[in-house]
């Protein structure tokens, strides 16, 4: 049961900047949970990108930005690169499920 | 670093139980942190199982929760998941992760694929 809200897809061509929302309610973004972002490439196992709303893992280019404001948060991909195209997820506790939920996911897709 | 293995069958009948076991490396389960599990339906999203705490704590997807239980073994420096009464919709790839304090899944294991069918 998806809770958290994404685009299904966004586009933008190499070098472009683009943004994938994740939408949520007051049991879980805008209760002030922190929300988490990862990077799924084809065949692959998640990868963490963003924790805590917009701290980066050692690793992660300083392209990759989060941010969180009232029941929504954003994930931003600026200089947009070929290696960048896979899903996206964003995550959060929810105090109404007891539990972690992850967003519906956003394929980013490099024109 | 910090790795994660998970194993079990690959292949389970509809109504028996699904069992898997996660192997860490490079960390003392007993040290302290979270760990879950997480599962991908082919072609789908991804969807939080449970989590447990070295001292066995266990938190569970209330969807789940009536079939799941999650333990560890900390002389193994392991935790297992086990989900009974499968069906078709069990059918997806699992994953076993560490959880910072933050409540971030931080380091996954590879996954592995589980097919409910007979």
């Known amino acids: 049961q998806s809770v958290l809200t994404q685009p299904p897809s966004v586009s933008g061509a190499p070098g472009q900047r683009v943004t994938i929302s994740c939408t949520g309610s007051?049991?879980?973004?805008?209760?002030?949970?922190?929300v988490h972002w990862y990077q799924q490439l084809p065949g692959t196992a998640p990868k963490l990108l963003i924790y805590?709303?917009?701290n980066r893992p050692s690793g992660v280019p300083d392209r990759f930005s989060g941010s969180k404001s009232g029941t929504s948060a954003s994930l931003a991909i600026s200089g947009l690169q070929a290696e960048d195209e896979a899903d996206y997820y964003c995550?959060?506790?929810?105090?109404?499920?007891?539990?972690?939920?992850f967003g519906t996911g956003t394929k980013v897709t490099v024109l | 670093q910090v790795q994660l293995q998970e194993s079990g069958p690959g292949l389970v009948k509809p109504s028996e139980t699904l069992s898997l076991t996660c192997t860490v490396s490079?960390?003392?389960?007993?040290?302290?942190?979270?760990w879950g599990w997480i599962r991908q339906p082919p072609g789908k999203g991804l969807e939080w199982i449970g989590s447990?705490?070295?001292?066995?704590?266990?938190y569970y997807n209330p969807s789940l929760k009536s079939r799941v239980t999650i333990s560890v073994d900390t002389s193994k420096n392991q935790f297992s998941l086990k989900l009974s009464s499968v069906t078709a919709a069990d059918t997806a790839v699992y994953y076993c992760?560490?959880?910072?304090?933050?409540?971030?899944?931080?380091?996954w294991g590879q996954g592995t694929m589980v097919t409910v069918s007979s």
């Open positions: 992760a560490k959880i910072r304090r933050s409540g971030a899944f931080d380091i």
């Open positions: 490079g960390y003392s389960i007993s040290s302290g942190y979270y």
């Open positions: 447990i705490y070295h001292s066995g704590s266990t």
């Open positions: 007051s049991s879980n973004i805008g209760a002030g949970y922190d």
């Open positions: 805590g709303n917009s």
């Open positions: 995550q959060s506790y929810d105090s109404s499920l007891s539990g972690y939920v």
